[in-house]
């Protein structure tokens, strides 16, 4: 599958997978900021074209782990019809002083690219029943 792409920066790396079956293409950042909450936004540099039906998800990589940083949004979608720089914003753990970042150059997160159906929702005075029931979280015992 083709999307265009845009670099908006000299200096942008167009994503790519890591691996062979890779889900993820990493991104790199070329800039950070600190916003007014404090959060770091690294910047790639980067538009992309995702086509109708198509959505864009941004996923921390697994390094983050080693870093003291979350994802704002736990994972960011970029529908089909945004052509802005993809970003990713992360609040600090231990504060901005005492918290590892990523620098310049690293590989900050991953994007995918799926399908999404389209949903039209059938309002209905019942649903089916099922073993689980309404059981929410925990529910299953495990």
Do not use: W
């Not at 167009?14 to 404090?38: F, Q, R, V, W």
């Not at 074209?49 to 996923?59: A, K, R, S, T």
């Not at 390094?63 to 979608?77: A, F, H, P, Q, Y």
């Not at 900050?108 to 029943?129: A, D, K, N, R």
């Amino acid at each position: 599958m083709k999307v265009k792409i845009k670099k908006l920066h000299p200096d942008a790396v167009i994503p790519s997978y890591a691996k062979d079956g890779d889900a993820g293409m990493d991104l790199t950042c070329i800039h950070n900021y600190t916003d007014e909450k404090n959060c770091l936004v690294y910047k790639t540099g980067i538009a992309v074209e995702i086509p109708n039906g198509y959505v864009g998800l941004l996923f921390p990589r697994s390094s983050n782990s080693k870093k003291d940083l979350i994802l704002t949004n736990s994972v960011g979608v970029i529908d089909s019809g945004y052509r802005g720089e993809i970003t990713m914003k992360f609040y600090p753990t231990k504060g901005l002083l005492n918290c590892k970042t990523y620098a310049m150059g690293d590989r900050i997160g991953q994007l995918i690219i799926i399908p999404y159906p389209q949903i039209e929702f059938e309002e209905v005075e019942e649903l089916s029943e099922t073993e689980r029931g309404a059981g929410g979280y925990g529910s299953t015992g495990k």
